[in-house]
């Protein structure tokens, strides 16, 4: 899933600090799972913004909403009657979210309540790690399961730098080598000669380097 | 509540919108409760709420969380005393204040 984390109160209530009413919208998806932009995050925040207006002397209307998802246009249609009487808008969805409000309601302010930080999952409760540099052409079939592009701190793809020290990446000795971890998963499943197998150079054309990207299924298109 | 487990963020930031001075959540003590981390966790939550309300300007001192059994009659009223004194000194919630303003000034 997408992972966000809530910027800080005071840097939201500055951009839209000239506005009296907002709609503070909510994402049942990823960001309800790791606690960032869900309903109750949605909540709290609209909260924090109008105790911290009120301090001010400058009180703040606020309505909430929890949109089924902020990354399909038709949830967001959802908000047309909502966002008649607002100010602005502030979208606790990840950045395509945010996105998507401005996209449909180009007269308002829309804003975000996150940062969107990366694609990951969960360790224990409250813990999330990046997993995935969404690159386009998964090799995770060549690498025992194990991202170099993400876990590899350089992102090296034929094996590990002269850094490397008992399983530790050289930039922390709390990050896992990514080839460390490659080499003992390979080894263990006992396709060690698979890692030496030529590679052509990754095409990174599929990634970022080609421009933003989509992705098509024409069987599900009905006009 | 059945269990200070279930406090919730939402809940605790209302009371202060709603006016309260001062706010204390009574969970059991460590290692008496029925649902084993519901205690621990109405602490994490009335310690995020205070980081919040500190954040936003409010003051997290309004709001604390002690660790209290039903047999406690005593330390229980020593929490209040001791909550009470902190709010004496705090004053009225800033939030009260502002609107008693704006309806003095208006009126
Ligand atoms: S190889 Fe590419 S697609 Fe596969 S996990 Fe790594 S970054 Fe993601
Ligand atoms: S020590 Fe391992 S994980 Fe860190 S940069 Fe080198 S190869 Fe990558």
Redesign the interface.
């Known amino acids: 899933m997408i992972i966000a984390q809530q910027k800080?109160?005071?840097d939201i209530a500055a951009m839209i600090s000239d506005c009296n009413k907002v709609l503070l919208v909510g994402c049942a998806g990823c960001v309800t799972v790791c606690l960032a932009g869900g309903e109750?995050e949605t909540?709290?925040l609209a909260?924090?913004l109008?105790?911290?207006r009120?301090?001010e002397?400058k009180p703040l209307e606020t309505v909430t909403y929890v949109a089924t998802r902020q990354c399909d246009p038709e949830y967001i249609a959802a908000l047309d009657n909502l966002v008649k009487d607002v100010d602005a808008v502030v979208s606790l969805a990840c950045g395509v979210g945010v996105q998507y409000i401005a996209e449909r309601f180009t007269d308002k302010w829309v804003v975000p309540a996150l940062d969107t930080k990366f694609i990951g999952g969960s360790t224990v409760h409250g813990n999330w790690e990046e997993k995935c540099g969404l690159c386009g052409d998964c090799i995770l079939h060549r690498t025992g399961g194990i991202c170099p592009i993400i876990r590899c701190s350089k992102s090296i793809l034929n094996g590990p730098c002269g850094g490397s020290q008992y399983g530790k990446c050289e930039i922390s000795k709390d990050i896992d080598c990514a080839w460390q971890l490659i080499y003992d998963r390979m080894k263990a499943l006992g396709k060690l000669d698979k890692l030496m197998e030529f590679q052509p150079p990754k095409d990174w054309s599929k990634s970022r380097d080609g421009g933003p990207r989509k992705a098509v299924r024409e069987d599900v298109m009905i006009d | 509540m059945p269990c200070s487990g279930t406090i919730?963020?939402?809940v605790l930031?209302?009371t202060?919108?709603d006016g309260a001075d001062g706010v204390f959540v009574a969970g059991c003590m460590e290692g008496d409760c029925h649902f084993l981390k519901g205690n621990f966790r109405a602490k994490k939550r009335v310690q995020q709420v205070k980081k919040?309300?500190d954040?936003?300007?409010?003051g997290g001192e309004r709001l604390e969380f002690y660790n209290l059994s039903a047999a406690q009659g005593q330390r229980f009223a020593e929490i209040v005393k001791e909550m009470t004194e902190r709010v004496l000194k705090l004053g009225p919630n800033?939030?009260l204040a502002?609107?008693c303003?704006?309806e003095g000034g208006a009126a």
């Open positions: 800080p109160v005071k109750k909540e709290v909260s924090s109008r105790i911290m009120k301090l002397d | 919730d963020h939402r930031l209302q202060f919108e919040i309300l954040e936003i300007g409010f800033p939030l502002k609107s303003k704006k």
